[in-house]
């Protein structure tokens, strides 16, 4: 397998080239555009209870596809559903944590699942994340450029801008900084401690959400 | 303190680095990376006369109300990483006391304590033409970090140029300038949603940007359903 990520970071496109046989399983959804030497399958990666428990804790597609190459080398073309960086990680039996909707695709070595955060998850965009193991290639993305950060001691970030981290990593969720004002909602940030890298984004969905939630229409209120 | 602009493509952001002791501040919500000893303040800073209404001017100005006001603390230095909203380039300017700066209210993104930003809105005429004309005034020296939607453009102006209300991001004071109407009329340019354009005389550099947020918001709101409030 060969792989280059073109138009890095504004509009990234990750580009495989598989070998004769080999395979890549993907996000439903991510494929842009593939060769006809490509063979799709589509599955509930894992089985369908961990299908389930993917789709249904983590709002990661409940499907997978494996793209593989038959008769000849193949290409495909991956883009994820958010303009921004795409990350590869080398997994070589450890661990990798992912935020929901950051995972992308990866070698058919790795293994996804989901896992439960516990109380810290009540605050959090999602009470799972997505939790990969194996030997392999995992590609993430996110909507903006993506940083890896090496945290040694402790770092913070805000809630909305993790994209993934090392297991070596505890994170605590709390807020920031005096509150002043009754007015201010106050941002919830997450605090990462240990040793390990950690990825975050430079862009925020929800924050563009709020950004254009002002330009919505008002509903008239003669009709009630 | 060092304060550099991360150039990413369409994701632009700064990173602030402070000694110990140093301060920097941001509009509220724009920090989403810090090192854990910086203590984040969330304040209605304001200038003397400041106070709530200073924070409900900064409102009208298309800011958000409140400043986050950054402490490197425990007797180290440390980061602040910001970013804005939306997609788009950010640039340091290097402010002095020589000339003030006037920034568009959405293009603020963060500035040094030694800044002092206060607010200054046009009037009626921006309210007619159903654009809201709104610039923060920045006096003193110190980095100030602005962000564009889209393509940031710095133009030394020498002579006149007329701009685009929607695509100023910010500009010397040293450039007088009037508001205008874009069309033949005031009539015919209230029409044709051209709004209103800014005409520099004089000599200054000038940031634009290639998109206008509020034609942006216009074109993706209305495809939303309809909000209560």
Same mark, same amino acid.
């Given at each position: ?6 138009? *890095? ?162 994170? *605590? ?29 430079? *862009? ?21 | ?51 709530? #209404? ?31 909203? #939306? ?64 393509? #940031? ?37 209230? #029409? ?38």
């Amino acid at each position: 397998m060969h792989y280059d990520i073109a138009s *890095r970071p504004s509009y990234s496109l990750l580009e495989v080239t598989l070998n004769t046989g080999e395979q890549i399983v993907a996000e439903a959804g991510a494929m842009t555009w593939m060769d006809s030497n490509v063979d799709v399958h589509t599955s509930a990666r894992g089985g369908i209870l961990s299908g389930l428990s993917r789709a249904a804790l983590t709002k990661e597609s409940f499907f997978q596809n494996t793209y593989t190459a038959r008769g000849g080398p193949a290409t495909i073309g991956l883009g994820p559903g958010q303009p921004g960086d795409i990350c590869a990680y080398e997994m070589a039996g450890g661990e990798l944590y992912l935020e929901r909707g950051a995972y992308l695709a990866s070698t058919t070595g790795i293994e996804t699942s989901s896992d439960f955060q516990g109380l810290r998850g009540l605050f959090n965009e999602g009470l799972f994340i997505l939790r990969l193991s194996g030997v392999g290639t995992v590609f993430f993305n996110a909507y903006g450029d993506i940083q890896e950060i090496d945290v040694n001691g402790s770092y913070v970030i805000d809630n909305g801008h993790a994209v993934a981290w090392e297991p070596s990593l505890e994170y *605590r969720l709390t807020r920031a900084g005096r509150i002043r004002s009754f007015l201010f909602s106050d941002q919830i940030i997450m605090e990462f401690s240990g040793r390990g890298k950690l990825w975050v984004q430079s *862009r925020n969905p929800r924050s563009m959400a709020d950004w254009v939630h002002p330009f919505r229409r008002v509903q008239s209120k003669s009709g009630s | 303190m060092q304060v550099e602009a991360m150039q990413r493509g369409a994701f632009g952001w700064a990173l602030v680095k402070l000694n110990s002791g140093e301060k920097f501040i941001s509009e509220a919500g724009a920090m989403f990376r810090v090192s854990s000893n910086i203590e984040i303040d969330v304040t209605t800073r304001s200038r003397s006369s400041g106070g709530l #209404l200073s924070g409900v001017r900064r409102m009208i100005a298309g800011e958000s109300f409140f400043l986050s006001t950054y402490t490197a603390s425990g007797g180290r230095g440390g980061e602040v990483g910001l970013a804005p909203k #939306l997609q788009g380039e950010v640039a340091v300017i290097d402010c002095d006391s020589r000339n003030r700066w006037v920034c568009a209210g959405g293009s603020y993104l963060g500035s040094s304590p030694d800044l002092d930003i206060d607010t200054q809105f046009q009037g009626l005429r921006g309210v007619f033409s159903g654009e809201s004309l709104s610039f923060l005034s920045v006096e003193g020296a110190g980095p100030l970090i602005v962000n564009a939607f889209g393509k #940031l453009t710095e133009v030394d102006v020498a002579g006149h140029l007329t701009v685009d209300t929607g695509h100023v991001v910010a500009f010397e004071e040293s450039l007088t300038y009037s508001i205008d109407k874009a069309g033949g009329s005031w009539v015919q340019s209230f #029409l044709t949603s051209e709004g209103l354009t800014l005409k520099f005389f004089g000599h200054g550099r000038l940031y634009l940007q290639s998109h206008n947020p509020d034609e942006f918001g216009k074109s993706v709101g209305p495809l939303l359903p309809p909000r209560s409030s």
